[in-house]
T-cell receptor, first 115, second 112 residues
């Protein structure tokens, strides 16, 4: 089975531009997570969805960030306008949530550079 | 105080030795504990998870959990150069089974 798919793998943009990152979770999984990883702050959870509904967006840094999950097989993370401090690797992960806990599987990530 | 703390390393061990990676967490209600491995430029991949106090073994890997002392560790026996990576500890906090909080990771170097 295909794992989590993310696109693009690399994105270079200029400050002020809109950036859209895309994620396709593993088929059958019902939870989806967006993370950001930097050297300074490590891996941070931005937002997660369960059954396409946002459950916790407390990690979203500010209003410039938004995320959607219109259906079970697709999610987007949008940054508008982008700033140099947004440069990081953005990971999407998915899991099958069940009683107890769940295992998250990560996509390959999108390396974002904002000039 | 960070919620999940790890020594950043690098931790250097010779090939064939036991590597011991440690992680402490602040929330006593934490339920589940995960170890992920991340190679440079790659995404994190799950090695193992542990829910109950004690040891859990999987091949060369052993996870140890001590909830009273709020720490979890990962032992890697017979370390190989291919084990050189960053190891991330993740904790599922009380009441949020889906929400993982990650430590910043420990970089392990296995030398020949």
């Amino acid at each position: 089975d295909a794992g989590v798919i993310q696109s693009p793998r690399h994105e270079v943009t200029e400050m002020g531009q809109e950036v859209t990152l895309r994620c396709k979770p593993i088929s059958g999984h019902n939870s989806l997570f967006w993370y950001r990883q930097t050297m300074m702050r490590g891996l941070e959870l931005l937002i997660y969805f369960n059954n396409n509904v946002p459950i916790d967006d407390s990690g979203m840094p500010e209003d410039r960030f938004s995320a959607k999950m219109p259906n079970a097989s697709f999610s987007t993370l949008k940054i508008q306008p982008s700033e140099p401090r947004d440069s990081a690797v953005y990971f999407c992960a998915s899991s099958l949530r069940r009683v107890g806990t769940d295992t998250q599987y990560f996509g390959p990530g999108t390396r974002l550079t904002v000039l | 105080q960070k919620e999940v703390e790890q020594n950043s390393g690098p931790l250097s061990v010779p090939e064939g030795a036991i590597a011991s990676l440690n992680c402490t967490y602040s929330d006593r209600g934490s339920q589940s504990f995960f170890w992920y491995r991340q190679y440079s430029g790659k995404s994190p991949e799950l090695i193992m998870f542990i829910y109950s106090n004690g040891d859990k073994e999987d091949g060369r890997f052993t996870a140890q959990l001590n909830k009273a002392s709020q720490y979890v560790s990962l032992l890697i026996r017979d370390s190989q150069p291919s084990d050189s990576a960053t190891y991330l500890c993740a904790v599922s906090l009380a009441g949020t089974a889906s929400k993982l909080t990650f430590g910043t990771g420990t970089r392990l170097q296995v030398t020949l």
